[in-house]
């Protein structure tokens, strides 16, 4: 499994950035696909989480201002972050996830600025 991570960049606090994850490769037994985060310092974190069910869950700091979706015809999930706040800023990196593995795409840096 191949993940792109792609639509970070520099945005001013309070506005919106959509980031997308695309899939290729051999995605059977995908249950699920995360986004997580890292800023500098700072250990990595999950933000959200979508099952190939549809459920989903969020971290608590982004509750309410982001939210994850999938389109399952183009193998791609998304993370809409609206009211984007300085704390955003870090690299994000999606993540698939089989039952005993779990594969990383490359990232891609969100700067939020004050």
């Known amino acids: 499994v191949q993940l792109q991570a792609s639509g970070g960049g520099l945005v001013q606090a309070g506005g919106s950035l959509r980031l997308s994850c695309a899939a290729s490769g051999s995605i059977s037994g995908i249950y699920g696909t995360g986004w997580y985060r890292q800023a500098p310092g700072k250990e990595r974190e999950l933000v959200a989480f979508i099952t190939s069910g549809g459920s989903t869950n969020y971290a608590d700091s982004v509750e309410g201002r982001f939210t994850i979706s999938r389109d399952n015809a183009k193998n791609t999930v998304y993370l809409q972050m609206n009211s984007l706040k300085p704390e955003d800023t870090a690299v994000y990196y999606c993540?698939?996830?089989?039952?005993?593995?779990?594969?990383w795409g490359q990232g891609t840096l969100v700067t939020v600025s004050s």
């Open positions: 993540s698939a996830k089989r039952t005993v593995v779990a594969y």
